[in-house]
């Protein structure tokens, strides 16, 4: 009897589990093992203790440019450059590794700057050119920054817009306060809610990335319901850990996609965005 025949008898038999024991530990501890290798150069080599960042890997770039086509309705092709166009934006770049090395908390932010799934959010805005974006959660003010040069690239195509990024810290947004990206950011600091209420602009597209508990974002999402034009994106950075998005789109009669990014070489599983139009 073969090798390959004697294994196939054992896996009809009640030892299966038992023979199958040392395979299963070898798949497990081989991937546990890359995670804890990743994780322990993470440690020595970040700064981060919150809203990381990272690259996406290749196939997961790929995956977000055919996600962002399906949202926006528009072609792969044309997605793919406007990744590559923030990609390639050195002028963000310098300004970005320029902000976060001057600043007060420079101790907790890492200098090489990494968008991860934000460059997604820079294609849809390239696509869709919104005139008002609201933004909720600015934290440094990286994902400020990549729409408002997504912004300025629509501004010179032709199509202005601006965005009101909203967040409760007093010390938010420190790398949105610089030119040419503050002349068209509108940083309100204060509570979402309250701020969302106040708005007397309407909101062609709506990204929640504030305080991430259920209660939250749902309250998000309805608070600005009202204030939404015609057509109007919403988008959550929350849409891997709740199902807030998706219920609100069926209740309100609109489409919903998801995406989840996988970062390249970091610990961290990735978040995603999610989309309801
Ligand atoms: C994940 S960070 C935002 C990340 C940012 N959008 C980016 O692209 O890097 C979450 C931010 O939400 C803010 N936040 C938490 N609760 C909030 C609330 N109730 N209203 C407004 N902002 C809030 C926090 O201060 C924090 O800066």
């Avoid at 990744?83 to 050195?90: P, R, S, T």
């Avoid at 320029?98 to 932010?109: K, V, W």
């Avoid at 934290?139 to 300025?152: H, T």
């Avoid at 062609?204 to 109007?232: C, I, Q, W, Y």
Wanted: hydrophobic share 40%; proline share 5%.
């Amino acid at each position: 009897m073969s090798a390959t025949n004697i294994r196939r008898a054992i896996a009809r038999t009640p030892l299966a589990p038992v023979a199958a024991f040392p395979k299963r530990l070898a798949n497990v501890a081989r991937h546990d093992a890359r995670v804890l290798r990743v994780s322990a150069k993470w440690l020595f080599t970040s700064r981060e203790h919150h809203n990381y960042t990272y690259d996406l890997t290749a196939l997961s770039r790929e995956h977000l440019a055919w996600y962002v086509a399906a949202v926006c309705d528009t072609g792969v092709k044309q997605v793919r450059q406007h990744l590559a166009e923030i990609e390639k934006d050195d002028q963000l770049r310098r300004h970005l590794e320029a902000g976060i090395a001057g600043a007060a908390r420079r101790g907790l932010a890492d200098q090489r700057v990494r968008y991860g799934r934000r460059i997604g959010w820079y294609a849809i805005v390239r696509a869709r050119r919104p005139a008002h974006i609201v933004e909720t959660g600015v934290d440094k003010g990286l994902g400020s920054c990549v729409l408002a040069a997504a912004l300025l690239r629509n501004a010179a195509d032709g199509a202005p817009g601006r965005v009101t990024s909203l967040d409760i810290n007093p010390e938010a947004g420190y790398l949105a306060k610089v030119e040419p990206y503050a002349s068209v950011i509108d940083l309100v600091i204060g509570d979402s809610i309250a701020a969302i209420g106040a708005l007397d602009r309407p909101v062609d597209m709506f990204l929640h990335d504030s305080d991430h508990s259920v209660e939250h974002e749902r309250n998000e999402f309805t608070a600005v319901e009202p204030k939404l034009a015609p057509g109007a994106l919403l988008l959550s950075d929350n849409a891997t850990k709740t199902n807030v998005l998706p219920k609100y789109a069926e209740k309100t009669g609109r489409r919903f996609l998801a995406y989840r990014e996988t970062p390249k070489a970091h610990w961290f599983p990735g978040d995603g965005i999610g989309a309801a139009w």
